[in-house]
């Protein structure tokens, strides 16, 4: 990033927006989220108090994953990361294990099953704790 300086020009500017400010893999958001105030505090209030699995739901189109994302973003920072998990291609649900440990680079262990490489593996590691899992 580079600033181009000269006296004729203006030289103040608001800092950057952005969400990466921690570790994630989330879609870019190219609005910002209007009118979803007291649903942003409610599921930040929920993950403040420990729980670990909230579950959005409603009518098809009405802002659940655009909510979840804009959640997972604002906890980013303070949680050491958050990935998004699209299950969109999972057309069957044995294939979960695979689309979380490619996503979260967990590698497969001889022996072991993918369910409880991956369940031990996010349960272990606090970067890859917090994941957003979506089902279009």
Known sequence: MYQLAHSGLVSEFPPLRSSNAGLNNLPLQRTR??????????????????????TLTGAGGCGKTRLALHVAADLSPDWG????????TCADASLLPNAAAATLAIKEVPGERLPDTVA??????SVKATSVFDHT
């Not at 990361?81 to 969109?88: P, R, S, Y």
């Open 33 to 54: 989220l209007v009118g979803q105030g007291t649903e942003l505090a409610s599921i930040t209030r929920l993950f403040d108090a420990g729980n670990r699995v909230i």
């Open 81 to 88: 990361g958050v990935w998004w998990i699209d299950l969109a």
């Open 120 to 125: 031990r593996d996010v349960r272990h590691d």
